[in-house]
């Protein structure tokens, strides 16, 4: 049973730090993609980072860029997530996603098959 598990969120203020972790069990952690993505209410769920599974390189969103770091640790099947200098506009659910060997499109929702069930952040202003 493949279960990916979402953890670190919270409501912080403007300015603050968080650290977003995913643990990943029941699937070959080291061949997956592994992304963040992130819904904001009434929209839609949008691409926030993403590690690659062969050479750990890394795409963010423009929104982000400079202020998050994806990483990835195969020996302990975690992906994490940390977001410096938080905006009221990154309060969402934060969701991790697995794909298989993913490459092309890494943006692209639709390409992952397996999330986890997402963890709130909220930042206030």
């Known amino acids: 049973q493949v279960r990916l598990v979402e953890s670190g969120g919270g409501l912080v203020q403007a300015g603050d730090s968080l650290r977003l972790s995913c643990a990943v069990s029941?699937?070959?952690?080291?061949?997956?993609?592994m992304a963040w993505f992130r819904q904001a209410p009434g929209q839609e769920r949008e691409f926030v980072a993403v590690?690659?599974?062969?050479?750990?390189?890394?795409d963010y969103a423009d929104s982000v860029k400079g202020r998050f770091t994806i990483s990835r640790d195969n020996a302990k099947n975690t992906v994490s997530l940390q977001m410096n200098s938080l905006k009221p506009e990154d309060t969402a659910v934060y969701y991790c996603?697995?794909?298989?060997?993913?490459?092309?499109?890494?943006?692209?929702?639709?390409?992952?098959?397996?999330w986890g069930q997402g963890t709130q952040v909220t930042v206030s202003s």
């Open positions: 029941g699937l070959s952690f080291s061949n997956y993609a």
């Open positions: 996603a697995a794909d298989y060997r993913g490459s092309n499109s890494p943006r692209d929702s639709r390409k992952y098959g397996h």
């Open positions: 590690v690659n599974w062969s050479d750990d390189r890394t």
